[in-house]
């Protein structure tokens, strides 16, 4: 009898020992799910792909679902692709497969493309005309040109070159004014990865040392808080003019322009194309110039991610095969060091020149100009715009020229992360809407495989151009240039520099 008593107890304890085992293993559930980056706002071409966090237990799945409220504004497929096709809202659901009341929902807003943002109007009762742009890091604006006034400080005699700088929102960040009695003129503005500002241009007079003689390029460097770093000056007994300015990965600098007389080796002949490197310290690193027996120049110059550099310009000559008549449009590489990688040439048998540089994340490059003949198709008018794209290794991928029945010029070209090309410049007609009146400034954005994506026409009755552009990181497009009207607010008197910003 004790031996059976025993062995009950034995049972019992081990069956408790079971129920209490399995009850230790909870059931697989689902506590919560969250779509990463919540509601946001996009543009009808946005590559979008949402994530989303599940916390499980029990070794709950982690699959969800995925719904748009309105698919013809953007649909959703089930890896959280989201195929973008209009303008509107609609909200986005994410909802548990293990347990359908976990879900979480954002809004998508889809905005139309290249939006207005904000136009900023300055000048004093003289004029100020704006010529390039450029953006940092940080979102931060600045735009370069010249003044009759005084926009910061007492005015020169004469004109004086200004940096301004505004922030992504418009709001002014700091102004700096110089030339006192020379004559200065500005062509270029570039900023590098640490904020730093570079403005280039030419002058008469002394910003550093003693003048050469004619025109002097210089090259000036502000901090990001418009702090002066350094200025150099450089020069022959000739005329040397500046274009553009470009920095690279490194922080190295590069200056390019025109000169009459011997910079580095001798004159082909004419006027010769230049570029010239510095560091982010202001050393010469080393300069390059080159041309045919005719008259040469750049226009501009941009730098790749891998620090190959490209040079734009015009040639009376032969550079690159043969000339195809009047004025033809080059473009010009070298690698970081130096070294020439290959020069294109190309044109019509009538007029053909070359405003600008640019190149995107995949190292491709874009020029920009005017032409007289036709690149591509027929032309619509007198004077066409036109963008032409190349491979880094020189390959053409694409041209555009567009016009209206009148006067047309691309004057600046730029390129965003998303590879996306923004031309802006002048136009005598009407590429989108009606003329205002006079000359109107335009940009246009081209896909990067050169398909239109939308062209912004804008001025006043009188004459208006926009001269520069540049992208931020975060889809920002930014035009500078001159109006001789109210594009915000009142005149300031004579012709006003502007800055204006568009979404992508």
């Known amino acids: 009898m004790p031996s059976i008593t025993t062995r009950i107890v034995v049972v019992a304890a081990l069956t408790l020992t079971i129920v209490l085992a399995l009850g230790a293993c909870s059931a697989p559930s ?274 790749d991610a891998s620090g190959n550099v490209y040079v734009s310009g015009n040639t009376f000559g032969a550079l690159d095969g043969p000339f195809a008549g009047l004025t033809d449009v080059f473009v010009r590489s070298y690698d970081g060091e130096g070294a020439l990688r290959w020069t294109r040439q190309f044109g019509t048998t009538s007029t053909d020149q070359s405003f600008g540089v640019a190149t995107d994340g995949n190292g491709n490059v874009y020029v920009t100009g005017r032409t007289l003949g036709a690149l591509e198709g027929d032309s619509a008018g007198f004077s066409d715009a036109f963008v032409r794209s190349f491979g880094s290794d020189g390959t053409v991928r694409w041209t555009r020229q567009f016009g209206t029945s009148t006067d047309d010029e691309a004057r600046s070209v730029a390129a965003d992360a998303s590879g996306n090309v923004y031309v802006a410049g002048a136009t005598l007609g009407a590429l989108e809407g009606d003329s205002t009146g006079g000359s109107d400034a335009f940009v246009r954005s081209y896909g990067n495989d050169g398909a239109l994506r939308w062209t912004r026409q804008f001025g006043t009755s009188f004459n208006d151009i926009a001269f520069g552009v540049a992208t931020d990181a975060n889809g920002g497009v930014y035009l500078t240039g001159q109006t001789f009207g109210a594009l915000e607010g009142a005149s300031a008197g004579g012709f006003d520099a502007f800055v204006r910003k568009y979404g992508r």
């Not at 959280?80 to 009341?101: K, L, Q, Y």
């Open 30 to 303: 689902v506590t919560s799910v969250s779509i990463d980056g919540g509601d946001r706002t996009v543009v009808i071409d946005d590559a979008l792909t949402l994530t989303v966090t599940v916390v499980t237990g029990g070794g709950a799945s982690d699959a969800v679902t995925w719904q748009s409220s309105d698919a013809t504004v953007a649909a959703i497929d089930g890896a959280g692709n989201v195929s973008i096709s209009a303008v509107g809202t609609t909200e986005v659901t994410a909802t548990s497969t293990v347990d359908p009341s976990r879900s979480d929902t954002v809004t998508l807003t889809v905005d139309p493309l290249g939006v207005l943002e904000w136009t900023r109007q300055f000048g004093t009762t003289s004029n100020e005309f704006a010529f390039a742009v450029a953006t940092d890091a940080s979102g931060n604006v600045y735009s370069v040109g010249r003044t009759g006034g005084a926009l910061e400080g007492p005015a020169g005699i004469g004109w004086d070159v200004f940096v301004r700088s505004y922030d992504s929102a418009g709001d002014l960040r700091w102004t700096r004014q110089f030339g006192a009695d020379i004559s200065v003129y500005v062509d270029g503005v570039a900023t590098d990865a640490n904020g730093n500002v570079y403005v280039a241009g030419h002058t008469t007079g002394d910003l550093e040392g003693v003048g050469h003689g004619g025109f002097d390029v210089f090259v000036r460097s502000y901090d990001g808080a418009g702090s002066l770093r350094w200025t150099r000056q450089f020069g022959t007994s000739d005329d040397d003019r500046a274009s553009g300015v470009a920095t690279d990965a490194s922080g190295n600098v590069y200056v390019a322009g025109r000169t009459t007389g011997d910079l580095a080796g001798e004159s082909a002949g004419g006027a010769d194309a230049f570029v010239r490197s510095f560091d982010s310290a202001g050393t010469l690193r080393w300069t390059r110039q080159f041309g045919s027996s005719s008259d040469d120049g750049a226009t501009g110059v941009a730098t």
